[in-house]
């Protein structure tokens, strides 16, 4: 074999032939050619193969050829093939390099992409080598790139066999950024299916199973141009879904792919290509559905049924339920339910089914509830539909009517009501909202004339004087987007008006655009690509149609140029600004040196998630003496709940960065912004969130395998601390020792939330009754039932969004427990639960209280697992169930901990369900049974809090602040 990038003697195979294939595509052929021609390999020959061209393709191939007769060969077929399989497989038999590629015309390769497969091939042996192929969208502006699979590349790497990495067998399955060793073509007799759409599929998938050896590289290798705007015939076979034929060679390549892995018994690649199927091939159609008439539908459902009919069942439980819930209902036929399953197909966050409530589930739809299948498939629970409030949603609003008389249109349409989230008594008022889609420009309102409950849905009717009243200003705000603000009961929720029947929403609306009525003088509805109803300016006058031309070319020549580069500098300058470094650069370099504020605190829990825990406690105690003092709390989202009678800034914006530059002192349980450099002056009062079971701070691997840079600048962070609470001797061998703190920062006072617990049981021990406060009645639990906590760790992989699987069936506890306990569920705050319908009343998620406090108060006993929640509730001498489920995973395969929980635990440790619901059932013995073992375990983690931990604190730094 030759060296690399040396063509060698005259009889020297070249390294690598690149096959080209062409079909009408003359204008962008030489680009493609000049991107191999360019390749850092010099040994690289071409061959165009032309698919019978009727525009002069075959002709500027041969005139490549020509100009690079060494290098250049071109063909054509006698006939064209109607796919890109048979030139491809024309190309192979005219080749003479040691390797292939192929390369379409609208297409390039990277600089150095042959060179770097070939290096792959040569160093491994590799049957096949695999690069990254990068989507440009040749239709944007900014040409956007999308990196094709990137996590398969991620770094270099060999394969035996495809069947070690089954998600390249189903996700990669391009032929063009992959190197073939040509022996291994034709010992394998390796071919594109002749007039076949998708013939990139089959091909690979047999390449796949026969090589011996694959590599992947993390190199760029291929820039595939895609033109989602160009007309029906110049798009890909991939961007012609509306071409029946398109669905069936689509299902006819899978076909032939799932009798190729049945014949091998290649099971786990056929479940995993079925689970692509569901989540990919099939989306892409459904998504187009709404766009297409009732002849086509019923065409491709027909088609569509048999192949799903023999996909793995297995394949619905691994994609997202909706994909799943699509698939169902098209192999049911069921239009009425699958149209609007689409429609949050395409907006995932779209409510567009009324829901069905039953036996505490909540379905997709009341039909095929009958149906095994259908009954889990249609199980949408776990999306938690029926906890959002009304103002949370976003729901389905079909157009039912579109009609327009000089001028005026009149529409009507029906907005989902999920579950009755609106009652029939509800006072329901509605107004449609025409807003320019550049945001900055103007806003229209109309009111709606009639709005009514109608059960499953809230029925409207508009008519909108638009000519009169709908004034754009005719050049730069050509679409405009219209939304239904409709409100309930005093709370609003915007609706997108859907409209897919194809031909409701036709004609055209007279308008008079402010500046100039050359450029439009009538709108037309039109349908978004997420099918939204949305109205364009247009002209028909020839004239304004030049002038719309000459305002097209105005805006590419240098005037046009210079003002739209003007405008993105803007826009740059804009975002730069509000950028986290701009931010961190008016922090040092602006407010850093305005004069500090003497009296004024800024408080944060949690990153500013809640007003709650020990800074809230420091907070409420300032205000109990009646300090004279400036408080400002940090907010991240809704500031619902947080102190009226203070400052309240949203964390990171600027009034945020300036009282904390300002401010003598910071009150806070976690860390203030890593970056933010504290001033000598500002006083930093750390409480932090409790005591340590996981190992923390520089004790984490993690950390100790950190650069000495990353390391010294953590410890910057930390030195940021001037008082540090403690409250025991084991937060100074663990988190004190950890975080590298000095002697002088640790204050050793308790916790200041803890203060009320450590109330509450002197008051209980004092009165023999447990007093419950007013969250019971607020919670609406009853009097003869007993409280439970629930209250877990952090779990990083906690599902979707930060979504916590709760580790036990809790419909069996509410059937099992419910009649005794009433169970209280906590999630971490950076996690959240779900919860199904069928436990109300006895499984209630208290996620969103601020202070936790007030539960543990409430509580009769707690569950957990390796949160520090049960060095505070332990304050309490309450029973206490660890439920350990994943234990040897979370202390062995984690970060580790300080002690054994299993031995010094006070309370229970179980480690399954059966085990769990048994300790349940045996609570009562626990409360003398571990009274010594809780004992112990508040000496040892908790001797500091003896309740006046927040008047300490106070009076140690506040107290001069004596109120006026």
């Not at 990919?280 to 998504?287: A, P």
């Not at 009165?767 to 990083?796: C, H, M, N, W």
């Amino acid at each position: 074999m030759g060296a690399i990038g040396e063509r060698g003697t005259p009889e020297a195979r070249p390294d690598v032939s690149v096959v080209v294939i062409v079909y009408n595509d003359a204008e962008r052929l030489p680009t493609a050619v000049r991107s191999v021609l360019d390749q850092t390999l010099h040994g690289v020959e071409i061959v165009i193969v032309d698919d019978c061209s009727t525009d002069g393709s075959y002709a500027t191939a041969q005139r490549l050829a020509a100009e690079h007769p060494e290098r250049v060969r071109a063909y054509q077929l006698p006939e064209n093939s109607g796919a890109g399989g048979e030139p491809r497989n024309v190309g192979i038999g005219h080749t003479v390099g040691r390797h292939v590629m192929f390369l379409d015309s609208d297409d390039v390769l990277e600089r150095n992409a042959c060179r770097n497969l070939l290096e792959a091939a040569e160093r491994d042996g590799s049957d096949i080598v695999s690069g990254l192929c990068v989507r440009l969208s040749m239709d944007t502006r900014n040409k956007k790139r999308d990196q094709w699979y990137p996590w398969l590349y991620a770094t270099t790497r060999t394969l035996e066999s495809v069947t070690e990495l089954p998600d390249l067998f189903v996700w990669d399955t391009l032929s063009t950024n992959k190197l073939y060793r040509r022996d291994f073509l034709v010992e394998n007799a390796l071919r594109f299916p002749k007039g076949m759409f998708y013939e990139d599929l089959m091909f690979i998938a047999e390449a796949y199973l026969a090589a011996e050896r694959i590599t992947l590289i993390p190199n760029q290798v291929y820039y595939w141009h895609v033109h989602e705007r160009a007309a029906d015939a110049a798009k890909s076979v991939t961007n012609r879904r509306h071409e029946m034929t398109n669905f069936e060679h689509r299902l006819e390549i899978h076909r032939r792919i799932d009798a190729l892995l049945a014949e091998r018994g290649l099971d786990e690649l056929r479940l995993a290509k079925d689970i692509k199927f569901l989540k990919h091939d099939l989306v892409l159609h459904l998504r187009d559905l709404p766009f297409r008439d009732a002849s086509y539908r019923q065409e491709f459902a027909g088609l569509a049924r048999g192949y799903l009919a023999g996909l793995d069942r297995a394949a619905y439980d691994e994609v997202q339920p909706i994909q799943a819930i699509c698939a169902y209902l098209l192999e049911q036929g069921d239009w009425e339910n699958l149209l609007p399953a689409v429609d949050t197909l395409t907006n995932r966050d779209k409510i567009s089914s009324p829901l069905a409530d039953r036996d505490g589930h909540v379905y997709w739809c009341a039909e095929h509830l009958d149906d095994p299948v259908g009954r889990q498939v249609l199980d949408v629970t776990a999306l938690g539909y029926h906890s959002k409030r009304f103002d949370q949603m976003f729901l389905r609003n079909v157009l039912t009517r579109y009609e327009e008389t000089a001028g005026t249109v009149r529409m009507a349409g029906r907005v989902t009501n999920p579950l009755g989230v609106v009652a029939p008594d509800a006072v329901l008022t509605a107004e449609l909202e025409f807003s320019a889609r550049r945001r900055s420009l103007q806003t229209f309102r109309f009111p709606v004339s009639a709005v009514r409950y109608e059960g499953e849905v809230i029925a409207w009717e508009a008519s909108v004087d638009l000519a009169r009243r709908l004034r754009p200003l005719g050049v730069v705000d050509a679409v405009w987007d219209v939304r239904l603000h409709l409100v309930a009961d005093g709370v609003r929720t915007r609706t997108r008006l859907t409209a897919c029947d194809p031909g409701l929403a036709e004609g055209r609306l007279p308008v008079r655009p402010r500046l100039t009525r050359l450029v439009a003088d009538h709108m037309e509805p039109e349908v978004s690509q997420r099918g939204h109803l949305a109205f364009r300016l247009v002209t028909r006058d020839a004239a304004g149609g030049r002038i719309q031309d000459l305002v097209a070319r105005g805006t590419q020549g240098v005037p046009g140029r210079l003002a739209k580069s003007g405008f993105r500098r803007a826009k740059k300058l804009r975002k730069d600004i509000t950028s986290g470094q701009s931010r961190l650069r008016v922090y040092d370099e602006v407010f850093s040196r305005l004069p500090v504020k003497k009296g004024t605190v800024v408080f944060e829990s949690h990153l500013g998630k809640q007003y709650s825990d020990s800074p809230r406690a420091i907070y409420e105690e300032m205000r109990r003496q009646g300090l004279d003092f400036d408080a400002v709390w940090s907010y991240t989202g809704n500031p619902e709940g947080f102190p009226e009678d203070a400052t309240l800034v949203r964390r990171w914006s600027l009034p945020y960065l300036r009282a904390l530059a300002q401010a003598e002192f910071w009150v806070d349980n976690q860390s203030y912004p890593l970056k933010l450099t504290k001033r000598p002056e500002t006083t930093y009062i750390q409480t932090w969130h409790g005591s340590a079971l996981k190992r923390m701070g520089f004790d984490e691997p993690a950390w100790k395998l950190r650069s000495k840079p990353r390391q010294d600048e953590q410890q910057r962070v930390l030195d940021r601390f001037d008082r540090f609470l403690i409250r025991s001797e084991h937060d100074v061998r663990t988190l004190a020792k950890a975080l590298r703190l000095k002697e002088k920062v640790l204050l050793r006072v308790g916790y200041p939330r803890n203060d009320a617990l450590v109330r509450s049981k002197r008051a209980e021990d004092a009165s023999g009754v447990r007093e419950r406060g007013p969250l019971a009645a607020e919670l609406g639990i009853p009097e003869d039932k007993q409280v439970l906590l629930y209250a877990p760790t952090f779990r990083r992989h906690g599902g979707r969004h930060g979504r916590f699987e709760l580790p036990f069936d809790i419909e069996r506890f509410a059937e099992e427990f419910g009649d005794r306990y009433v169970l209280l569920v906590r999630s971490h705050y950076l996690n959240h639960v779900v919860l199904p319908p069928s436990v109300r009343g006895r499984v209630i998620d208290v996620s969103a209280h601020h202070d936790v406090t007030p539960l543990y108060q409430l509580a009769d006993a707690m569950i957990t697992d390796y949160s520090s929640v049960m060095f505070d509730y332990a304050l309490l001498d309450r029973p206490m169930l660890f439920f350990t489920y994943d234990y040897e995973e979370y202390v062995h395969e984690g970060r580790g901990t300080y002690f054994d929980l299993r031995e010094r635990a006070p309370g229970p440790v179980v480690d399954t369900e059966d085990e769990l619901f048994g300790a349940l059932k045996a609570l009562d013995e626990q409360t003398l049974g571990y009274a010594a073992a809780r004992a112990r375990f508040v000496a040892e983690f908790g001797e500091y809090d003896r309740g006046d931990a927040a008047k300490s604190v106070v009076d140690q730094f506040f107290s001069h602040w004596s109120g006026k």
